[in-house]
């Protein structure tokens, strides 16, 4: 296939997949969730592929099951901005993406660490805004579980404005001269309902101007901030259809913020299987799944649902007959389920219709690969969600910890960039420039 020339451009990212159900920890080939080695080789995989940002989840608080630790969490989280600094150091152009949480940070703190990450990379730190409403997570910190739910996006909003108003307190002129010169600081000052800050920011003004912000959230309050604030968007719609909507709904909110459609970039979070047929892709799709979703861990996230203890119940059988328990405290840490009894009647009808059992249900509705079949017929779908607008652009989360993005960057990247749909260079040194977004104008 010839390169033709195109307007719209495909962005990736890579998600490390870390502490999830996504990675087949049977698998000898993963590796460590919390070792540099495993973080590195992901970032220079994703590197040499040419993706646009790594992004780093976060965890506050170790999730619990049964009052016990959840096993993927016994090793550990790490911070994320602290790995995203040593990354900087083994890698030139890749955009490093931290999630860090405004329900319980400070703006003043957290501002100073993403600039200093910006400076540090030469520009290429993001920060993915997300919050919390609960009280467990919140006995980690003095104030506790002190934030009403409806509150955490007006929180949210107010601290990614004052990280801001933080970031463009330096004057563009210093006494080095107004060509590049890092300027010196101004007395800042934030009267809000959420911040009273006066002083002084200890850090000059990012390359970026204001490291690039991610929003994750698919709620009519997280579409409003994301058209009001954000950069990214990182959401979990799978579908054509679905993506064609979303897109449209969010794009469509920008204009009452004096945003045009490019300001921000809708990029999903996404998986994908490979296989020289498509007959290969799927069977290796299903053993996927079926590692990912043992009998053991299809009564865990049965017990997600249902709030009570259903460990007396074969995965083999059928769904448990008695309602969810909707104030249950049985799993903490993780996100709860909106409606369980909603959500267990829709599995049970489901199990009904199909014959299946806890297991098999719990593999019918949980998480599954996004794009599967030969590198070729991945290429076209990728292509055609971006040409379609339903996407941006993907955050690709592998099935293997370090090494599952290996091959989608030998076998997929190469036709995307036949196709005239994916860079051969990166063209700028930032990650706004990476993104396409323009810079971010100075206010005050």
């Given at each position: 296939?010839?390169?033709r ?8 990212a ?13 698998d ?7 070792d ?6 992901l ?20 999730r ?7 096993d ?73 579980g002190f ?47 959420h ?5 002084e ?21 997280g ?16 579908t ?16 009452a ?20 047929t498509?007959a ?14 043992s ?24 769904l ?12 903490q ?15 049970r ?16 509705t949980t998480s ?31 099935h ?33 420039s ?9 206010k005050?």
């Open positions: 296939m010839t390169h020339p195109r307007t719209k451009q495909i962005h990736l890579a998600h490390f997949p870390g502490v999830n159900n996504t990675t087949v920890w049977a000898p080939r993963s590796r460590s969730q919390i540099f080695s495993s973080f590195e080789h970032a220079r995989t994703a590197e040499r592929g040419l993706f646009d940002f790594f992004f780093l989840a976060e965890g506050l608080r170790l619990e099951h049964k009052g016990r630790i959840h993927l969490d016994v090793v550990g989280r790490p911070e994320s901005l602290t790995v995203l600094s040593a990354l900087a150091a083994v890698t030139d152009r890749l955009g490093l993406a931290a999630t860090v949480n405004a329900t319980f940070n400070e703006p003043y703190e957290l501002a100073r660490r993403l600039a200093s990450l910006d400076h540090l990379s030469g520009g290429r730190a993001a920060w993915n805004v997300v919050t919390s409403s609960d009280a467990f997570t919140g006995e980690n910190f003095r104030r506790g934030l009403d739910r409806a509150d955490r996006y007006t929180r949210a909003a107010e601290f990614v404005a004052t990280a801001r108003e933080l970031w463009d307190s330096w004057t563009p002129d210093g006494p080095d001269g107004p060509d590049g010169s890092v300027g010196e600081p101004r007395p800042f000052a934030h009267h809000g309902q911040f009273d800050i006066a002083g920011f200890g850090v000059p003004r990012p390359p970026q101007g204001h490291p690039v912000v991610i929003q994750a959230g698919d709620s009519p309050e579409r409003e901030f994301a058209a009001s604030a954000a950069d990214v968007v990182f959401t979990r719609h799978g054509l259809e679905a993506g064609r909507a979303f897109y449209a709904d969010v794009k469509g909110r920008l204009a913020y004096g945003r045009e459609p490019d300001d921000l970039k809708i990029m999903p979070g996404v998986t994908f299987v490979l296989g020289d498509a290969e892709a799927q069977e290796r799709a299903i053993e996927i799944r079926r590692q990912q979703v009998p053991q861990n299809a009564i865990l996230a049965l017990e997600q649902v249902w709030g009570v203890d259903l460990s007396a119940y074969d995965p083999d059988g059928p448990p007959d008695i309602d969810p328990d909707p104030d249950s405290t049985l799993v840490g993780r996100v709860k389920v909106g409606d369980p009894r909603a959500v267990a009647e829709q599995w009808a489901l199990s009904r219709a199909k014959g299946l059992s806890i297991h098999q249900t719990v593999i019918e599954r690969q996004s794009f599967i079949g030969t590198p070729a017929a991945v290429a076209e779908q990728f292509d055609e969600f971006v040409r379609t607008d339903a996407a941006d652009g993907f955050i690709l989360v592998p293997l910890t370090p090494g599952g993005l290996d091959e989608f960057v030998e076998r997929v990247v190469p036709l995307l960039q036949e196709r005239g749909a994916f860079r051969t260079e990166y063209e700028g040194a930032t990650l706004r990476h993104l396409g977004l323009p810079e971010p104008v100075r005050g």
